[in-house]
């Protein structure tokens, strides 16, 4: 599990200081997105509402919009009408008690997409500190909950939580590769 955790924080801090680290002018995050989320959805007034919503969340939340894509692709390859057969609903599959919680209706889609945003920079937040691991076990806990990261001191070797956090790690290698090129 621990080179596991090193490969995936490696590729997610690398571009997570590559965003702080004063290069975003230099890149055009619209189109990588935007491209993303064209693989998914052909419909380009709602591929790019996506990805200005997902920038404007990133804008407002100070949070990686590459993380928040990653996230995104993730959870519901950015179809609006998601829904998860335990109940997650939406762009960012928030849990209906999650977007509560957060003051958001996970049913509209922009504040679907801040409630994610807000979610993710609380697991950022929340596991800022644990070292080299952070970003990898905040995305852990986007998945499985703060509290199971907690209970197994990083990511849970829960087979859906350990496929998430790949998933989340390539989705988000896939989008810097073509901010870098």
Same mark, same amino acid.
């Given at each position: 599990?621990?080179? +596991?955790?090193?490969?995936?924080?490696?590729?997610?801090?690398?571009?997570?200081?590559?965003? %702080?680290?004063?290069? #975003?002018?230099?890149?055009?995050?619209?189109?990588?997105? /935007?491209?993303?989320?064209?693989?998914?959805?052909?419909?380009?007034?709602?591929?790019?509402?996506?990805?200005?919503?997902?920038?404007? #969340?990133?804008?407002? /939340?100070?949070?990686?919009?590459? +993380?928040?894509?990653?996230?995104m692709e993730a959870e519901s390859e950015? @179809?609006?009408?998601a829904l998860s057969p335990v109940g997650? *609903?939406?762009?960012? !599959?928030?849990? $209906?008690?999650?977007?509560?919680?957060?003051?958001? @209706? $996970?049913? @509209? $889609?922009?504040? =679907?997409?801040? %409630?994610?945003?807000?979610?993710?920079? =609380? !697991?950022?937040?929340?596991?800022?500190?644990? %070292?080299?691991? &952070?970003?990898?076990?905040?995305?852990?806990?986007? @998945? #499985? %909950? $703060?509290?199971? *990261?907690?209970?197994?001191?990083?990511?849970? =070797?829960? &087979?859906?939580?350990?496929?998430?956090?790949?998933?989340?790690?390539?989705?988000?290698? =896939? +989008?810097?590769?073509l901010i870098q090129s």
């Amino acid at each position: 599990m621990k080179s +596991l955790k090193k490969i995936l924080i490696a590729v997610m801090m690398s571009a997570t200081l590559m965003v %702080g680290g004063g290069e #975003a002018e230099a890149v055009d995050y619209y189109s990588a997105i /935007y491209q993303t989320v064209n693989r998914y959805n052909g419909n380009e007034v709602e591929c790019d509402w996506i990805t200005r919503a997902i920038l404007y #969340a990133s804008s407002e /939340y100070q949070v990686d919009p590459i +993380l928040i894509t990653s996230i995104m692709e993730a959870e519901s390859e950015f @179809n609006f009408h998601a829904l998860s057969p335990v109940g997650a *609903v939406g762009l960012m !599959q928030l849990m $209906p008690s999650t977007a509560a919680g957060l003051g958001v @209706n $996970p049913h @509209n $889609p922009l504040e =679907n997409i801040i %409630g994610g945003t807000i979610y993710i920079k =609380n !697991q950022l937040g929340r596991f800022k500190d644990w %070292g080299a691991y &952070s970003v990898t076990d905040a995305v852990a806990a986007y @998945n #499985a %909950g $703060p509290g199971a *990261v907690e209970k197994h001191g990083g990511v849970p =070797n829960y &087979s859906e939580t350990v496929h998430y956090v790949i998933k989340v790690a390539n989705n988000y290698k =896939n +989008l810097l590769s073509l901010i870098q090129s």
